[in-house]
């Protein structure tokens, strides 16, 4: 992998989410970094909405902001519209229903262009729903296989509302094989993880890291690395 995977805990494009985003667009290394917003997982609210706020918040922070109107398994598999991805440097996916954002994506060429967009080096990014599908698993009502951007990782967003005792109890006994770490990341908080491995915590939340049974949270400006 040469580039980024950002992974946002909910409530994206709010006050107090600037410290992620702002590093996340450092890490692509370009001035006016192109930034697709992709609201599939908002299909069934408001993605246009969804769409339209993620435009406007990025691009006060420098992006060249733009939609990408992924809405459902079709769309996704539209070559013109998935071509727009090839000089992306930051593909970022809204919250809404993980569901309905994972059946979407899985197998199309849209993912396909993605992927070919991390290789060489553009970040790759979801918030609560757009986090939770980019892992190897995902845990929505039940486990299911999900993404693999994030090999080897699933994530719980919007964490601030959860017990971390609990959490690692009810994981050391449902954790699918194969599953590397569960991260918890709180609201308006993120973890970026670089080509070297290394994730780097940014926003107000935390993000808790389980494995084995155990836990460890890391607040902003913290890194750390999964064994």
């Known amino acids: 992998m040469s580039g980024?995977?950002?992974?946002?805990?909910?409530?994206?494009?709010?006050?107090?989410?600037?410290?992620?985003?702002?590093?996340?667009?450092?890490?692509?290394?370009?001035?006016?970094?192109?930034?697709?917003?992709?609201?599939?997982?908002?299909?069934?609210?408001n993605p246009s909405r969804a769409a339209s706020n993620g435009v406007g918040y990025f691009s006060e922070l420098g992006a060249d902001a733009s939609p990408l109107m992924v809405v459902d398994g079709a769309s996704a598999n539209d070559e013109g519209i998935a071509s727009e991805v090839e000089d992306a440097h930051v593909i970022y996916m809204t919250g809404g229903n993980p569901a309905h954002l994972l059946d979407s994506l899985s197998g199309s060429v849209l993912l396909a262009r993605m992927t070919d967009a991390l290789e060489r080096g553009a970040v790759i990014a979801g918030s609560s729903a757009g986090a939770m599908v980019?892992?190897?698993?995902?845990?929505?009502?039940?486990?299911?296989?999900?993404?693999?951007?994030a090999e080897g990782i699933a994530t719980l967003?919007?964490?601030?509302?959860?017990?971390?005792?609990?959490?690692?109890?009810?994981?050391?006994?449902?954790?699918?094989?194969?599953?590397?770490?569960?991260f918890g990341v709180c609201g308006r908080t993120g973890c970026l993880g670089s080509p070297d491995g290394r994730w780097t915590v940014y926003g107000p939340g935390d993000v808790t890291v389980y494995q084995q049974g155990q836990w460890r949270s890391y607040g902003s400006g913290e890194s750390f690395e999964i064994q």
């Open 4 to 45: 980024y995977v950002a992974l946002v805990g909910g409530d994206e494009f709010r006050p107090g989410c600037e410290d992620f985003d702002r590093a996340m667009l450092e890490a692509t290394g370009v001035a006016r970094p192109k930034l697709l917003v992709l609201p599939t997982a908002a299909a069934h609210e």
């Open 134 to 149: 980019m892992g190897s698993w995902m845990r929505f009502r039940q486990w299911r296989e999900a993404l693999g951007i």
């Open 157 to 182: 967003p919007h964490h601030e509302r959860a017990d971390s005792p609990t959490v690692a109890k009810e994981l050391a006994s449902t954790t699918p094989n194969g599953l590397r770490a569960v």
